[in-house]
Nanobody, 124 residues
Framework: QVQLVESGGGLVQAGGSLRLSCAAS????????MGWFRQAPGKERDFVAA????????YYGDSVKGRFTISRDNAKNTVYLEMNSLKPEDTADYYC?????????????????WGQGTQVTVSS
């Protein structure tokens, strides 16, 4: 029902900022809860942030709270992840995910739609 394409990843120095984008190709984008997850080399995929369809509710993982901001522009069918004060431990592949629901969740298994991922590398 929806295809997701992440972009904006790259190499950044510790303390710097980076903005990721996730473009959705499907219709009724505002009906989807959107989430960001990340997976570091050799580790499991972890929750980063999620946002409701109307932007009224947001959730963040403990490790990024206060540093990352999730937002969305429904007119552009795009969700964003603004990453500030980046640390080397933020290095990972970042994935965009979608769930057609009004309930925001941090649970990976509840998101049926996923993008291909974009690499973020933070150097010290």
């Amino acid at each position: 029902q929806v295809q997701l394409v992440e972009s904006g990843g790259g190499l950044v120095q510790a303390g710097g900022s980076l903005r990721l984008s996730c473009a959705a190709s499907g219709r009724t984008f505002s009906s989807y809860v959107m989430g960001w997850f990340r997976q570091a080399p050799g580790k499991e995929r972890d929750f980063v942030a999620a946002i409701s369809g109307s932007s009224g509710s947001t959730y963040y993982g403990d490790s990024v709270k206060g540093r990352f901001t999730i937002s969305r522009d429904n007119a552009k069918n795009t969700v964003y992840l603004e990453m500030n004060s980046l640390k080397p431990e933020d290095t990972a592949d970042y994935y965009c995910a979608a769930r057609r629901s009004v309930v925001v969740t941090t649970t990976e298994a509840l998101y049926p739609y996923w993008g291909q991922g974009t690499q973020v590398t933070v150097s010290s």
